[in-house]
């Protein structure tokens, strides 16, 4: 039976029943139900007395908008109207026909927006003489979803639900009224697990996993976290992976040999649809006497992460041996300086956001570039089809997403020794190119000339309320990723470094009331004896949230150490905290993704101040700064003093480097005509570092 109010994200209203009987044929048809329905009760067995009052009163409905759905759970009155189950898909499927007859008129009233009320009536009159029809109480709800009432539709789904929890339909209504919220997420990721539990799908056990750390719900995290790992353990037992995208799996527990088998199981998928498109692309030809001709494909040509880091690179490279083109596949490229700059500074700009997988490789092809470089690799709106073509000799993967490609058709990643240990070479598919310091590039050298000054403490930048006097703030603990990364465990972890440093407190980014909110409670509930709030006559709160802002660098640079996330690393915020000059205390674990910062603050010189062996020497290493803070001072301005000649933050060394791991790519393909290989990269900071720059230009002054 078709019903209007079966719905999706990406389409309201699945069907609408066409056309409709005659308004005196529903009056008839209620009335030969009625007349059966009073002769039945007589000669039925089937139905006790309470079960006809039950059919008679109507359940009552919570018109309250904010009610919970927790309330039909437990009301008694809508649990006894639930019992006879058995009576309920009787009393369906005898009045099945009549039922539908309502839907159909109800369909007709509900196309014409003037006819709103007369739809509601028809619903309503419909519920009063079938009761017991999970459809027509559900339909209530389609009701109210297309009108985008959410908590009115989610009362009504739940109801129908309730009524009939074999219906997938009911649940799957209210998960995406849920979704079309702004607030209570808890009760969003508590139907995701509801609806997990009836049907066991990947798809909904990812989406819990993105409501419940998206939003810091720590109490529904331990069942969610099992169950990915669990889950997911019947997949990598078969020597696949389970079916997460790349990018969503780099945030889930898994280790490098566990997203190879997934970032493998995307590519091999693939595979087979480039393998469906026959294409002849000409190899472009090398022999040294000519430019390489380099290029780069990014949805990110804009402010972002990736834009900000690129920008200044371009203009680096040596013209004389080197002709870059940038290919733009996104459509929302702004006019910013970011763009600009990368526009104004590559050879040639192309836009190829608007073609299909062959079109685009053509176009690649057709401009003969013999080393194209993935920026973006399996994030959003990138062209990893495109590479599945094969449009260049010599494909390279880069900055864009932490991990493998797991494809065949990406030749290298550009990484470092840090990030790729070699004895998790195995689980890449791609060839190795060690850089000397780090595989990131950060250029805050060339945005930020001026290197921030300590910030003095500003209330205006904080959602937490402050104490009136901030000039004597506590020792300040902080993190600025995404409160997606966040995680209960750690969270423990963070409230014990917390109690064992006296007169200190944690700055966490605010994401929202809800996040914040949500992190609060768990805390108040997982730590009473902290306080949270604060006397603020006296004392700070224990954990600040600070707005983002323009100069969010400077604004960071108020913090003493940075707490990072194991799991998924900050990777431009820990730049942007060693710019400031704030330590950073890290523990690295098998990923590139869990390992980046390790490697920023290692070329930073602070590695055995802040790299962590195991959970415990995390907490210890930063109760010991947090202790030692005229030690710590020390390091702070050793970090502020090396910042100038630090390789982190020379873009132009970079590049010089990138070119040399180009120059050995295209040897080893053009002139060798070998298979790619590993690749470690000369260090040339001694002759081309900051410090050697100056020292040329004060011989040519």
Not at 251 to 274: C, G, R, T, W, Y
Not at 617 to 637: P, S, T
Request: hydrophobic fraction near 35%.
């Amino acid at each position: 039976m078709t019903i209007i109010c079966d719905v999706d994200e990406n389409n309201e209203k699945k069907t609408v029943p066409k056309g409709s009987k005659y308004f005196r044929v529903f009056n008839i048809v209620i009335g030969i139900w009625t007349l059966f329905f009073f002769v039945s009760s007589f000669f039925s067995t089937n139905f006790t007395s309470e079960e006809m009052n039950l059919m008679e009163n109507e359940p009552k409905i919570v018109h309250n908008i904010q009610t919970e759905i927790g309330y039909w759970m437990k009301d008694q009155e809508f649990q006894n109207f639930m019992k006879p189950k058995r009576d309920l898909t009787e009393f369906n499927k005898m009045n099945q026909t009549e039922i539908r007859n309502v839907m159909k008129l109800y369909g007709m009233y509900s196309k014409d927006k003037n006819n709103s009320k007369k739809a509601l009536e028809v619903l309503e009159e419909a519920h009063r003489s079938f009761p017991l029809s999970d459809e027509v109480v559900a339909n209530i709800g389609g009701f109210y979803f297309d009108r985008k009432d959410w908590p009115k539709a989610i009362e009504w789904f739940s109801k129908a639900h309730y009524m009939n929890d074999t219906d997938l339909r009911w649940i799957n209504n209210i998960l995406v009224s849920f979704s079309k919220m702004e607030d209570r997420k808890e009760e969003y990721g508590n139907w995701l697990w509801k609806s997990y539990q009836l049907d066991k799908k990947m798809k909904t056990l990812s989406k819990m996993w993105d409501v419940v750390t998206k939003f810091n719900l720590f109490d529904q995290f331990p069942r969610t976290y099992t169950e990915i790992i669990t889950e997911s353990q019947k997949f990598f037992d078969n020597g696949t992976g389970p079916p997460f995208t790349c990018f969503s799996a780099l945030h889930m527990p898994f280790n490098v040999s566990q997203l190879f088998l997934i970032a493998k199981k995307e590519s091999d998928e693939l595979i087979l649809k480039a393998k469906k498109t026959k294409m002849d692309l000409p190899k472009p030809k090398w022999d040294s006497t000519r430019k390489l001709r380099i290029g780069f494909v990014s949805p990110d040509v804009k402010n972002h992460a990736v834009g900000i880091q690129i920008r200044m690179m371009f203009s680096m490279f040596d013209k004389e041996k080197f002709e870059t083109t940038m290919f733009s596949c996104r459509n929302d490229t702004d006019n910013s300086w970011v763009s600009n700059k990368i526009r104004n500074t590559v050879d040639h700009f192309v836009e190829v956001y608007e073609g299909s997988t062959s079109e685009v490789a053509r176009i690649v092809n057709s401009r003969q570039i013999d080393i194209l470089v993935d920026l973006a690799m399996w994030t959003g709106h990138s062209r990893i089809d495109v590479f599945a073509m094969r449009p260049s000799p010599i494909q390279v993967a880069w900055l864009g997403m932490a991990g493998t490609t797991g494809s065949p058709f990406h030749d290298y990643l550009i990484a470092d020794s840090t990030v790729v240990r070699p004895e998790y070479e195995e689980f890449y598919s791609e060839k190795i190119v060690y850089m000397p310091h780090s595989y990131h590039i950060f250029d805050h050298k060339q945005f930020m000339p001026v290197p921030p000054s300590r910030m003095q403490l500003e209330r205006k930048n904080f959602v937490t309320d402050l104490p009136a006097d901030v000039h004597r703030p506590p020792f300040l603990f902080c993190n600025h990723a995404h409160s997606s990364r966040l995680d209960p465990f750690l969270f423990h972890r963070w409230m014990e470094i917390l109690r064992r440093v006296p007169n200190s407190a944690l700055v966490l980014k605010y994401h929202g009331e809800e996040q914040m909110r949500n992190i609060l409670k768990y805390a108040e509930s997982a730590f009473p004896r902290m306080k949270f709030e604060g006397d603020l006559d006296r004392e700070w709160p224990r954990i600040l949230f600070q707005r983002g802002g323009k100069d969010h660098i400077a604004m960071k640079s108020i913090c003493d150490i940075y707490l990072d996330i194991p799991k998924f690393n900050g990777h431009s915020t820990t730049g942007d905290m060693l710019w400031a000059g704030v330590p950073a205390i890290t523990q690295p674990l098998t990923t590139i993704a869990s390992r980046a910062a390790s490697s920023f603050v290692t070329v930073s010189g602070l590695q055995e101040m802040a790299v962590a062996r195991d959970d415990k020497d995390y907490i210890e290493k930063a109760v010991y700064w947090g202790n030692n803070r005229k030690e710590l001072e020390e390091i702070r301005k050793r970090l502020e003093a090396g910042r100038e000649d630090n390789p982190l933050f020379d873009t132009f060394l970079f590049v010089k480097h990138m070119e040399s791991a180009f120059e050995e790519m295209a040897h080893i393909e053009y002139v060798e005509r070998e298979r790619p290989r590993n690749i470690q990269v000369k260090n040339r900071m001694e002759e081309e570092g900051s410090k050697a720059r100056r020292e040329r230009e004060k011989t040519r002054e």
